[in-house]
């Protein structure tokens, strides 16, 4: 055996490197190009022996050790520079050598507007293939200049392309070109051309009530009808809607938008929120057509 392997099998003590691993130190398992310590010597009792000839703490379920110490057999770095997530919690006083998957931190108090990334899962929205991009680019080049002169930015165009299948309910695609980015303007969640492409084409009743929002609508070009009602279980008002038409929504009412014509109907959307008060929702709670 080659003297490096003598040195590491835990000999090394014995012949004067006080700085090589001991014998009773347990062995290495490579997990995820890191290799992760089995056991500890804080877990070894008498008894039933484990894989290593030591038993897993009995408190903690198989599977769900922590790393602790280090990430490599020479590394004795804590492991404390990894995330949370990854640490699975990570050593705390009461957990060393036990923590388990449950041993996480509180939760951090939400933070409003609330991510992109939970607003894109939880309300369906998808990116558009890139067949689709230009698709949609094309449309609107025909029959309008989307630049957008930001103070002090370059002139630029959409910062992101989302679609919404049948949105709130409504029918067939609606394409959202968010025009800004998230907090790029004061308590604004959405400054965006949503277009309907095609007669026929809807977004369903919906409020933005729950998330404090108010939203105005600037129609661009097209034509349809705007719906809007008091509560879910009102009667319904309609107006016709072209080009130059602009409708607001606040509070708890609803409101609703059809492409009526034989062009793409394209509205800008503003939506604004409250400071300081909550305007996301759970998303799941959100059934289709309804508030
Ligand atoms: O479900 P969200 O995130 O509000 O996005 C859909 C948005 O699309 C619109 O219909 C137009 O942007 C808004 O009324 C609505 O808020």
Redesign the pocket.
């Known amino acids: 055996m080659a003297f490096r392997h003598l040195i590491s099998r835990g000999h090394g003590r014995r012949w004067g490197f006080p700085w090589a691993p001991s014998r009773k130190r347990p062995l290495y398992r490579s997990i995820g190009g890191h290799a992760r310590r089995q056991d500890d010597a804080g877990d070894r009792v008498r008894g039933q022996k484990g894989r290593n000839g030591y038993r897993r703490n009995p408190q903690a379920p198989i599977g769900n050790e922590v790393k602790r110490d280090c990430c490599e057999p020479f590394c004795f770095r804590p492991l404390s520079f990894l995330p949370p997530r990854l640490s699975r919690g990570g050593p705390t006083p009461s957990s060393r050598g036990t923590a388990r998957f449950g041993d996480q931190p509180a939760l951090p108090a939400p933070v409003y507007p609330p991510p992109r990334s939970s607003?894109l899962m939880a309300?369906k929205?998808r990116p558009l293939s890139p067949d689709e991009k230009q698709r949609l680019d094309a449309l609107l080049d025909a029959v309008m200049d989307t630049t957008v002169h930001h103070y002090g930015a370059e002139p630029r165009s959409a910062v992101r392309y989302d679609k919404?299948e049948e949105?709130?309910g409504g029918s067939g695609t609606?394409y959202?070109l968010q025009m800004f980015e998230d907090g790029e303007l004061v308590n604004n969640?959405?400054g965006?051309y949503?277009v309907l492409p095609t007669r026929g084409d809807s977004?369903g009743f919906?409020t933005?009530g729950d998330?404090n929002?108010q939203?105005l609508?600037v129609v661009m070009r097209g034509e349809g009808t705007y719906l809007e009602k008091d509560h879910a279980e009102a009667e319904a008002r309609s107006v016709p809607i072209e080009e130059g038409t602009i409708t607001t929504?606040r509070g708890n009412a609803l409101?609703a938008?059809r492409n009526t014509g034989p062009e793409p109907l394209i509205?800008f959307?503003i939506?604004t929120f409250e400071p300081g008060k909550p305007h996301s929702r759970d998303q799941e709670q959100h059934g289709p057509g309804q508030s």
């Open positions: 607003l309300r929205r919404r949105m709130y609606t959202l969640r959405i965006a949503m977004a919906h933005h998330r929002e939203e609508y929504v409101h938008v509205i959307v939506t």
